[in-house]
């Protein structure tokens, strides 16, 4: 069983605000991703690194940064949200040597 | 590049009856396959997985086959019950270095 994981599972805040989506996974993986999940169900990847202090821009072009200064942790900002950035956020993760990816349950944000 | 092209949805059966949800890839050299399943408000589940040509993955009454010759990997379902009721990804990925792709996702609603 994967052990990772998401919070907030449900964000509903406000345009403007700066917000902070956190994703920790305690299996030692050196490789994560974000992906945003759309309405109509495909992912796509936004962001991903291969390591401490590695970080890259995935297929989809986001607004929101990364970071990687521990291995476990891997959050996702917004600066200033909008209501275009609604939508479902999953985090997964890969270890050595391995091509599946485990993912986390998901943050759903909402920008009212 | 790599892509994977799945069946389109929404799929929508009767509990006892058999499933089949086509994929098909492009890729260079040796794939990993794989599909994952998304229960409705949850991340993804590695459902089952095949690493070379022939393999066969199963996992709770579910299996698909890598098959180079037709580059396919159709999941399939001898008796689908109403807790089966998710969207259904295929999946690939070169190797460890790189990166999950992931097709568009097939809805699947199992009717009592």
């Known amino acids: 069983e994967a052990d990772i994981y998401q919070t907030p599972r449900y964000l509903v805040i406000g345009t403007g605000k700066k917000i902070t989506l956190e994703c920790s996974q305690t299996m030692g993986h050196d490789k994560m991703y974000w992906y945003q999940q759309d309405p109509g169900m495909e992912l796509h990847l936004i962001h991903y690194?291969?390591?401490?202090?590695?970080?890259e821009k995935g297929d989809l072009s986001s607004e929101s940064t990364v970071s990687r200064i521990r291995t476990e942790h891997f959050p996702l900002t917004l600066e200033s949200a909008r209501p275009s950035h609604t939508s479902q956020y999953l985090c997964?993760?890969?270890?050595?040597?391995?091509?599946?990816?485990?993912f986390g349950q998901g943050t759903r944000l909402t920008v009212v | 590049g790599d892509s994977v092209t799945q069946m389109e949805g929404p799929v929508t059966l009767s509990e006892e009856a058999f499933l089949t949800i086509n994929c098909t890839y492009t890729a260079t050299g040796y794939p990993s396959l794989f599909w994952y399943v998304q229960y409705p408000g949850e991340g993804l589940q590695l459902l089952l997985k095949?690493?070379?040509?022939?393999d066969k993955g199963s996992n709770k009454g579910f299996e698909a086959t890598y098959r180079k010759e037709t580059t396919s990997f159709h999941l399939e379902k001898g008796s689908v019950q109403v807790s089966d009721s998710a969207v259904y990804f295929c999946a690939l990925s070169r190797g460890s270095n790189y990166k999950l792709t992931f097709g568009k996702g097939t809805l699947l609603t199992v009717n009592p």
């Open positions: 095949a690493t070379k040509a022939d």
């Open positions: 690194s291969y390591g401490v202090n590695s970080t």
């Open positions: 997964a993760s890969s270890g050595t040597g391995r091509v599946e990816a485990f």
